[in-house]
C-alpha cells in the first residue's frame, strides 16, 4: 500500500526533511542501498588492486583505459533526458491506474435515492445491485493485481467471502463467453434496473437511465485497467532505460577511479555515488509505478478498495429509505449570514484560524494613486455618441432599394436593344 506522510509535512519546518528522510518503509534509502553497497564495494576492490596488484605495464593501460570511457561521457550519453521522459510516461500511466480504481459511492448514493421502497424486496433489490458491482470489480482485480488473486485465488474463496453465489458461479462459467467475468455481473444489474422501472419502484425513465449511467460508469472504468494491464508499456522501452542506466554506473566503476597520477590520493567517489543516488533512486521511482497493481510497499491496496466499496455500498443503500434529520433553524437564521472573513466559531477562535480569506489577489491594488473607481463619460457625449451610433446603424441597414430597380431597367433597355 502506498507510504502514507502527509500528516508529517503538514507542518512546514526544519525539521519537515528530516521526518521524511528518516523513514525506511518505501524510503529511498530501502529502494537503492543494497545496490548503492554492492557498487561501492566493487569499486573500492577495483581500486585496491589497481593500487596494490597491477605493475606499471598494466597500471598505464588501465589508465588509458579509464580516460577513454570518461572522456566526454556524461555529455555523449543523455542520462537525465532518458530517464526524465521515461518517469513521464510511466507517471501518467500510474495517474491513469488510480483514477480508475473506482469508487462506488456515486452509484449507491443513486440507486438508494431513486430505487423507492421500504419493502424486503425492495432491499434486496438494491444491496443485490451492488453486491453485484463490488463482484464485477473483484472479478477483475484478480485478473491484474497480484494481492487481489492471492486473497481470490479461486471462484470457491468469492462464494467464501459472500460476493457470488453457486449459482451465479454456473451462469458466470457456463463456456459461452470466457471474458463473462469482466461483464456478467454489471448486465445482470442492468436486467435488475429495468425489470424495476416495469415493478414501478423507478419512477421515469430518466431515472432510470441515470442509475444505469452509473453502472456504465463503473464498468468503464474497470475496462480501462483491464486495457492498461493488457497493453503495457512497449517492452524495448523499460528494457532500453533499466539496462542503458545499469550500464552506466557499470561503466564507471572504471572511468571514475582514481588514478595514480592524480596529485591528491582519493579512495572514496563521493560525486559520483551522489549520481548514483540520483540517478538509480529515480530509475526505480519509475520500476515501482510501472505496475502500481503489484505487491511493492508503494503499490496501491486494491483489497482495501473492494472491501471499502462492499461496505460503503451496503451502508448507503440500506439507509436509502430512512428518514433525514429534521430542519432545524441554524444559529445564523435570526443573525444572518456572516460577513466574507469572518471565522466560525469552533474550538479555537483566534484570528490564526484564518490567515486570508478567499478573495482575489488584486482586490485591494491602487492601479493609478488616488483613482478609487472608473470615470463615466459626461452624459453629453454618452447621449452624442448613442446618437452617433444609432444613425451608422440606420445607414448600414437601409437597404437601397431604388438603385437597384434602376439598374434593373437599365439591363432589361439594354436586351431589348440587342434583341432589335
Given at each position: ?12 519546518s526544519?525539521?519537515t526533511?528530516w521526518r521524511i528522510?528518516?523513514?525506511?518503509r518505501g ?12 557498487w561501492?564495494v ?5 581500486q ?8 606499471n605495464?598494466?597500471r ?7 580516460k ?8 555523449y ?11 513521464t510516461i510511466?507517471?501518467?500511466r500510474w495517474?491513469?491506474i ?7 459511492d ?14 424486503e424486496e425492495t432491499r ?11 463482484l464485477n470489480?473483484a472479478?477483475v ?21 459472500g ?9 458466470l ?17 442492468h ?5 424495476a ?8 425513465d430518466a431515472i432510470?437511465?441515470k442509475?444505469?449511467?452509473e ?9 480501462q485497467?483491464l486495457?492498461?494491464?493488457w ?5 524495448v ?5 533499466l539496462l542503458?542506466?545499469r ?5 564507471c ?5 582514481f ?11 563521493v560525486?559520483?555515488?551522489?549520481q548514483?543516488?540520483v540517478?538509480m533512486g529515480?530509475?526505480r521511482?519509475a520500476e ?11 503499490d ?20 436509502g ?10 444559529i ?5 449570514t456572516?460577513?466574507?472573513?469572518t471565522?466560525?466559531l469552533g ?7 484564518i490567515?486570508?480569506p ?17 470615470k ?17 446603424r440606420s ?5 437601397p ?18 434583341v432589335n
Amino acid at each position: 500500500m502506498t507510504v502514507p506522510y502527509t500528516l508529517s509535512i503538514s507542518h512546514s519546518s526544519c525539521l519537515t526533511v528530516w521526518r521524511i528522510i528518516a523513514r525506511w518503509r518505501g524510503s529511498l534509502w530501502k529502494a537503492i542501498l543494497p545496490e548503492l553497497c554492492i557498487w561501492t564495494v566493487a569499486y573500492l576492490v577495483i581500486q585496491v588492486i589497481y593500487r596494490f596488484a597491477f605493475n606499471n605495464s598494466i597500471r598505464f593501460y588501465f589508465d588509458y583505459v579509464s580516460k577513454y570511457l570518461n572522456t566526454g561521457m556524461d555529455s555523449y550519453i543523455p542520462m537525465a533526458f532518458i530517464l526524465g521522459f521515461f518517469v513521464t510516461i510511466v507517471n501518467n500511466r500510474w495517474m491513469l491506474i488510480m483514477n480508475n480504481l473506482g469508487s462506488i459511492d456515486q452509484a449507491a448514493m443513486t440507486i438508494s435515492a431513486y430505487i423507492s421502497g421500504d419493502d424486503e424486496e425492495t432491499r434486496l433489490l438494491r444491496r443485490t445491485m451492488i453486491r453485484y458491482m463490488v463482484l464485477n470489480q473483484a472479478l477483475v482485480m484478480r485478473d491484474i493485481s497480484l494481492l487481489v488473486r492471492k486473497r481470490f485465488p479461486d471462484m470457491g474463496s468469492l462464494q467464501t467471502a459472500g460476493l457470488v453465489t453457486s449459482v451465479e458461479i454456473e451462469r458466470l462459467s457456463d463456456g459461452r463467453d470466457e471474458f463473462a467475468r469482466y461483464w456478467m455481473p454489471i448486465q445482470w444489474a442492468h436486467q435488475h434496473v429495468t425489470v424495476a422501472r416495469v415493478l414501478g419502484k423507478i419512477a421515469s425513465d430518466a431515472i432510470m437511465n441515470k442509475i444505469s449511467g452509473e453502472l456504465d460508469r463503473f464498468q468503464y472504468k474497470l475496462n480501462q485497467l483491464l486495457k492498461l494491464d493488457w497493453i503495457p508499456v512497449p517492452l524495448v522501452y523499460p528494457q532500453l532505460v533499466l539496462l542503458f542506466v545499469r550500464m552506466y554506473f557499470f561503466i564507471c566503476l572504471i572511468s571514475k577511479q582514481f588514478l595514480q597520477a592524480e596529485p591528491v590520493n582519493i579512495w572514496l567517489p563521493v560525486v559520483t555515488m551522489t549520481q548514483f543516488v540520483v540517478y538509480m533512486g529515480w530509475l526505480r521511482v519509475a520500476e515501482d509505478m510501472l505496475n502500481p497493481l503489484g505487491d511493492d510497499d508503494d503499490d496501491f491496496e486494491c483489497n482495501s478498495v473492494i472491501d471499502r466499496n462492499l461496505v460503503t455500498g451496503l451502508a448507503i443503500v440500506d439507509a436509502g429509505n430512512e428518514a433525514p434529520p429534521p430542519m432545524e433553524r441554524d444559529i445564523f437564521y435570526v443573525v444572518g449570514t456572516p460577513a466574507a472573513g469572518t471565522p466560525l466559531l469552533g474550538s479555537k477562535t483566534s484570528d490564526e484560524v484564518i490567515r486570508s480569506p478567499m478573495v482575489g489577489s488584486i482586490e485591494k491594488a491602487m492601479l493609478l494613486s488616488g483613482v478609487n473607481k472608473m470615470k463615466s463619460p459626461p452624459p453629453t457625449l454618452a447621449n452624442d455618441g448613442l446618437r452617433a451610433n444609432h444613425a451608422l446603424r440606420s445607414i448600414q441597414v437601409r437597404s437601397p432599394e431604388p438603385k437597384r430597380e434602376e439598374n434593373a431597367n437599365k439591363m432589361t433597355k439594354s436586351t431589348e436593344d440587342t434583341v432589335n
